[in-house]
């Protein structure tokens, strides 16, 4: 792991104190992640993967314990249930297909600035305000 990974963890764990790291193959769990109002919880425990050539890679899709609903319904736009990747913790996992920020990873040598593993997290609140 490197410096700057340990740096955003250290940063993503100062909000999710229950973070959970797996080294062997760079997976994050945050547990009882705030969902907001019209899924059918109000939280669940989110898994994404921190790629190999970050920060000059992007992370890309989070996971979701199956059965995630809106308004009822399963999501359809960029959902995938059963996740064609499976995350290495325990459980059946969704995929949401989606990208960081505005779709543009501009990380910085500051790790406060620019993007970052804690912005990426936070975004995760705007693919859940989309809905479906």
Not at 105 to 119: C, F, K, M, Q, V
Request: aromatic share 16%; no cysteine; glycine share 10%.
């Amino acid at each position: 792991m490197t410096e700057r990974i340990q740096k955003e963890l250290e940063l993503l764990k100062s909000k999710y104190l229950d973070l959970v790291f797996i080294e062997e193959g760079m997976w994050v769990k945050i547990p009882d992640y705030p969902v907001p109002p019209g899924w059918n919880r109000k939280k669940t425990d989110i898994v994404f993967q921190i790629p190999v050539q970050y920060p000059g890679g992007n992370p890309y899709a989070f996971f979701v314990i199956s059965g995630m609903q809106y308004n009822g319904t399963k999501p359809v736009n960029n959902y995938t249930e059963p996740s064609d990747v499976k995350p290495d913790f325990e459980g059946n996992w969704g995929k949401f297909s989606w990208l960081p920020d505005d779709g543009e990873w501009r990380p910085t040598a500051d790790i406060h600035s620019g993007s970052n593993l804690y912005n990426w997290v936070e975004g995760f609140r705007i693919r859940f305000k989309e809905g479906l």
